[in-house]
């Protein structure tokens, strides 16, 4: 019983002894930056934390302690940190600025993640206070969906449909042909598209000669928070959707060819009739005198 006595005394002691300081020391919490905003997942973001009122000698120094809760973890270091007493008292400072580094897990979701902020006056958690930050983040990884949309034999025109399928728009989107044996490119094998927004599609074209098979191609584009990225994408090119295609070209030039004629034929045939007409009325004309 005695010992229990003195544990609660001990306890009670410190919750009033850490009350009285608090009432003189007041101290305050912010975040003051997050480098990148919005964060992506599977990158890592800069967070910089700032407590007010350290300079206050009754404070006998500061304690903080970070939470990064689900979303986050650090790659190295925990989330303590500790402020020795009468530092900035020396210094003249009014704040103490707080750094950390902190991985983003890559099955966070989008939005805006929790993170609890702990911290006391002195050198150990005895009465802290808490707040609750918010860190956005947003996938910046970008999608695609292509398309073989149309092969000119004629003039070994190759066109490709890029559709962004993800949530984010992307910057200085470039589509690649890499050397591979399904395709033989003529001329430049890099085509840059610019932007192209989230659900939407642009063309590029190649002069090359496909053969039946699966063509790569190598996209590259800028995300959101300006990191360069690239993925691979894959299109089976299948040239019997084009049969047709090549049929209708080949025999374009002849239907030319044949209305043309036809046209001529019209025109000599309406001059003969006029002639064969007038000739006929001026003979009418001789028998009636």
């Known amino acids: 019983m ?3 006595g003195m544990f609660l005394l001990v306890l ?6 850490s009350s009285m300081v608090s009432a003189a020391c007041m101290l305050d919490v912010s975040l003051v930056n997050q480098d990148p905003y919005p964060t992506v997942q599977g990158e890592s973001v800069k967070l910089l934390f700032q407590m007010s009122g350290v300079q206050n000698p009754e404070c006998n120094g500061a304690y903080f302690r970070l939470e990064p809760g689900y979303a986050f973890s650090f790659p190295q270091n925990d989330g303590v940190r500790t402020l020795s007493g009468g530092t900035f008292a020396q210094n003249y400072k009014n704040e103490w600025v707080i750094p950390f580094t902190l991985n983003v897990n890559k099955d ?3 939005g805006d993640a929790q993170i609890d902020v702990y911290y006391s006056p002195g050198t150990g958690p005895i009465g802290y206070f808490s707040k609750k930050f918010n860190v956005t ?9 292509i ?3 149309n092969y000119v034999p004629s003039t070994n025109i190759i066109t490709f449909q890029i559709l962004n399928i993800a949530k984010v728009d992307v910057r200085a989107l470039t589509i690649r042909l890499p050397t591979q044996g399904t395709i033989s490119v003529k001329g430049s094998r890099t085509n840059i598209v610019g932007d192209l927004d989230s659900l939407d599609y642009t063309t590029a074209s190649f002069e090359a000669i ?3 098979g ?12 300006n990191v360069r990225r690239e993925i691979q994408k894959s299109v089976v ?3 019997k959707y084009f049969q047709d295609r090549i049929a209708d070209q080949k025999s374009s030039p002849i239907m030319t060819w044949v209305i043309v004629l036809l046209g001529i034929g019209l025109i000599v045939y309406w001059i003969y009739a006029r002639k064969k007409k007038k000739k006929m009325i001026e003979e009418r004309r001789k028998r009636m005198r």
């Open 214 to 225: 699966e063509i790569t191609l190598e996209i590259s584009y800028t995300d959101i928070v």
């Open 210 to 212: 496909p053969t039946e």
């Open 2 to 4: 005695k010992k229990r």
């Open 147 to 149: 398309y073989v949309q």
């Open 237 to 239: 090119y299948d040239p």
């Open 108 to 110: 966070a979701i989008d």
């Open 12 to 17: 009670l002691s410190a919750v009033f002894f």
């Open 137 to 145: 983040i947003q996938d910046s990884i970008a999608d695609f969906e």
